[in-house]
């Protein structure tokens, strides 16, 4: 079955930076688009970045200049480089994956916390 594996979650100072990974099993990575979405508490969840299976990549404005989403299929793994973090980014971020048909799976997400 579809597995999600997020890590590198943690504590940041505003300006700094933290590098997120995705490890997936159970599908054909390089057939499946891959997103990255957050959830700050009272908040709707967010896609923050959608990395296509054709390596093609949207981000929300609020990330733009920021945050690089990539994906090395060799390895089955999405990332997240988050750099200039800011307080407003604090949430639990998810790792989603898109299959084909449209079916969409969640993995269990990490924390971030953007705090001086």
């Known amino acids: 079955q579809v597995q999600l594996v997020e890590s590198g979650g943690g504590l940041a100072q505003p300006g700094g930076s933290l590098r997120l990974s995705c490890a997936a099993s159970?599908?054909?990575?390089?057939?499946?688009?891959m997103s990255w979405a957050r959830q700050a508490p009272g908040k709707q969840r967010e896609l923050v970045a959608t990395?296509?299976?054709?390596?093609?990549?949207n981000y929300v404005e609020s990330v733009k200049g920021r945050f690089t989403a990539s994906r090395e299929n060799a390895k089955n793994t999405m990332y997240l480089q988050m750099n200039s973090l800011k307080p407003e980014d604090t949430a639990v971020y998810y790792c989603?994956?898109?299959?084909?048909?449209?079916?969409?799976?969640w993995g269990q997400g990490t924390q971030v916390t953007v705090s001086s």
């Open positions: 989603s994956s898109i299959s084909p048909s449209g079916s969409r799976y």
């Open positions: 159970g599908f054909t990575f390089s057939s499946y688009a």
């Open positions: 990395i296509s299976s054709a390596g093609n990549i």
